[in-house]
């Protein structure tokens, strides 16, 4: 055998290589799901903005609940001395209260939930398109998807990614 044949045996060698190389990396590279889901609850309850909101409105709720338990305190007191008029203010005042305190639940169980899949509906739509996924799927832990195939729920991983997006990373 001569050196040129030599060189072009080796070439040969080489390019095969590169070939089998890149076609068992699309053969066997693991596939990407296309349809995944996530559990809204976890997801929901796992957001640092859910988090976030929920403690501002919670302390708010707390100081009207404490608002409204003072104002019963007197309202009782006057009902046990048998001041009616005194009693009678009060207890305008607080249904007053009340109202104010279940406007403000209502608020936050509404109003503020939706903010918050709003954000999360715009963040899993930019993660999924980054991962190339087709449908992604919510559940709510009991009924909506009765069996998945392992390594489809990416949960945990839009989790990290909508926190890291909500903290401005």
């Given at each position: 055998m001569n050196k040129n044949s030599s060189k072009i045996i080796v070439s040969i060698l080489?390019?095969?290589?590169?070939?089998?190389t890149i076609l068992s990396f699309y053969v066997f590279k693991p596939s990407t799901p296309e349809i995944v889901y996530v559990d809204n609850v976890q997801l929901f309850n796992g957001f640092h903005m859910s988090k976030d909101l929920g403690k501002i409105n919670g302390d708010k709720i707390n100081t009207q609940k404490k608002k409204l338990d003072s104002l019963y305190s007197i309202y009782s007191i006057f009902r046990e001395q048998q001041n009616e008029e005194k009693a009678q203010e009060l207890e305008t005042q607080l249904r007053s209260e009340d109202q104010e305190l279940k406007k403000m639940n209502e608020y936050f169980s509404k109003d503020l939930s939706q903010k918050v899949w709003n954000r999360l509906n715009q963040y899993i739509k930019e993660y999924s398109e980054t991962k190339a996924y087709k449908i992604v799927l919510g559940t709510q832990g009991t009924g909506n998807i009765m069996y998945a195939q392992e390594g489809i729920d990416?949960?945990?991983e839009v989790l990290i990614y909508v926190n890291e997006k909500y903290e401005g990373n």
């Amino acid at each position: 055998m001569n050196k040129n044949s030599s060189k072009i045996i080796v070439s040969i060698l080489v390019v095969l290589v590169i070939v089998v190389t890149i076609l068992s990396f699309y053969v066997f590279k693991p596939s990407t799901p296309e349809i995944v889901y996530v559990d809204n609850v976890q997801l929901f309850n796992g957001f640092h903005m859910s988090k976030d909101l929920g403690k501002i409105n919670g302390d708010k709720i707390n100081t009207q609940k404490k608002k409204l338990d003072s104002l019963y305190s007197i309202y009782s007191i006057f009902r046990e001395q048998q001041n009616e008029e005194k009693a009678q203010e009060l207890e305008t005042q607080l249904r007053s209260e009340d109202q104010e305190l279940k406007k403000m639940n209502e608020y936050f169980s509404k109003d503020l939930s939706q903010k918050v899949w709003n954000r999360l509906n715009q963040y899993i739509k930019e993660y999924s398109e980054t991962k190339a996924y087709k449908i992604v799927l919510g559940t709510q832990g009991t009924g909506n998807i009765m069996y998945a195939q392992e390594g489809i729920d990416i949960t945990e991983e839009v989790l990290i990614y909508v926190n890291e997006k909500y903290e401005g990373n």
